[in-house]
């Protein structure tokens, strides 16, 4: 079987919510001394995202009318027997990826800007604002907002903008307002320009930046791509259509990868099988590939601290960097985040998910493989999770084992050449350090 494809009327009608499933209770965020951040959540997202967020729900209705865009935008995404690649590595496990490429902006973030847009509509909102790295974030969020007929202001990292301008291109063509940032549009920006002018930014920076803005509009909400519970719940359509198509192909899965930035595309894949693993029932490895240049899980502290650079969010309880951490400009730039999403690293705490960390040419020399054996040219970031699944796979051929190995394939690299460019020409560095 080369790919199983689900019928329309098999798209998931809830959203499942992990946190009453977790080995520990998920520590909750907290005020800073002398400040109450928490207070200006309501600010700052609509009510039905902060329902979500702190919801004890371990199911939560999926609204017709995003099942009606999700339909339209190519859910559910169809799950792939990677053959060419097992032959090419000459393996006896099997490798499957799910592909979340499908969608219109080319990636798997618009599962949650959907649902993020249409909460804030339904509140009054006419604008969102957001920060975004790669640009897949953006990209998303511009046309969830175009769909949903609202405003859209994008904080796009400025190493990233400078290194990926299509991506600024497609936000521009659903109607987005895009800066590099830091920028001069915000006190905090202008801040950081004065000490640097030429700061390459950092996803912490342009989320501050994003904050603020939406903090001095009663008309605006704040949008995030990744970390908070609410986003990865809206993910979790990607796991639960897997695990239907896992039973179809009558698999198990053995081990599943995914890369992990803010947590969100390896949160929405794995969290629906995460119970199956803790109640013995499930014997499989949830491995999180991350750049060795922003080794947030691999040698991150976990402890409280803030979401972005400026210290306007609640603390978060999770593996951190730290947030003035300034990552390298390494073309992954939708994993270069100094933070990760708290129920992702509980869930390492308590060794349920494993972290590893991989290098720049090793991810694009792995992207460079599976596109010759799969014809499909993967984003910077599916790659890292591609480079431990060849790694796994290649173990296999060394032992015999044929384990089931499974990669969310979280983004297309066709707006990314620049990066395969410099790879194939060799003047890409390691790690950009």
Request: proline share 7%.
């Amino acid at each position: 079987m080369n790919k199983i494809i689900l019928n329309e009327k098999e798209l998931p009608k809830k959203w499942y919510n992990i946190n009453p499933d977790l080995p520990a209770p998920l520590p909750q965020p907290k005020n800073p001394e002398e400040k109450d951040n928490i207070s200006k959540l309501p600010q700052m997202f609509s009510s039905g995202v902060l329902e979500q967020e702190m919801s004890m729900e371990r199911w939560i209705k999926i609204p017709k009318e995003i099942r009606k865009i999700y339909k339209r935008i190519g859910r559910p995404t169809p799950l792939f027997r990677a053959k060419g690649l097992e032959e090419m590595l000459d393996t006896p496990a099997k490798i499957y990826y799910k592909r979340e490429d499908y969608s219109p902006t080319g990636s798997h973030k618009l599962n949650t800007a959907i649902a993020q847009a249409y909460y804030a509509k339904k509140d009054g909102a006419e604008r969102l604002t957001t920060e975004t790295g790669a640009g897949q974030w953006g990209s998303a969020l511009s046309l969830a907002c175009s769909l949903m007929g609202l405003e859209c202001k994008v904080y796009m990292v400025r190493v990233s903008y400078n290194q990926k301008p299509y991506r600024k291109t497609i936000m521009q063509i659903y109607g987005a307002e895009i800066v590099p940032s830091p920028s001069t549009d915000t006190e905090f920006g202008r801040k950081i320009l004065k000490e640097n002018p030429e700061h390459p930014g950092s996803l912490g920076i342009a989320i501050s930046e994003a904050i603020e803005e939406a903090l001095q509009n009663e008309k605006a909400y704040y949008s995030l791509g990744s970390v908070l519970n609410h986003v990865l719940l809206h993910q979790t359509v990607i796991g639960l259509e897997l695990k239907k198509q896992l039973e179809i192909a009558e698999e198990t899965p053995d081990i599943i990868i995914g890369c992990v930035g803010g947590g969100s595309n390896f949160g929405g894949t794995v969290l629906p099988f995460v119970k199956d693993k803790i109640d013995g029932k499930l014997d499989c490895e949830f491995i999180a590939a991350e750049p060795i240049a922003c080794p947030t899980l691999t040698q991150g502290e976990y402890r409280y601290d803030y979401g972005d650079t400026a210290g306007m969010t609640p603390l978060l309880k999770m593996y951190t960097l730290g947030h003035d951490f300034i990552p390298p400009s390494v073309h992954a730039g939708g994993l270069r985040y100094h933070g990760m999403a708290p129920q992702i690293a509980l869930l390492v705490k308590e060794n349920i998910v494993k972290a590893r960390a991989v290098s720049q040419k090793s991810v694009f020399e792995s992207g460079v493989t599976f596109a010759k054996a799969e014809g499909v040219i993967p984003a910077p970031e599916t790659c890292h999770a591609i480079k431990v699944a060849i790694d796994e796979a290649k173990k296999c051929k060394k032992t015999g084992e044929e384990k089931t190995i499974i990669i969310n394939f979280s983004g297309h690299g066709l707006l990314d050449l620049q990066g395969y460019e410099d790879y194939l020409t060799g003047t890409l560095p390691e790690n950009n350090k």
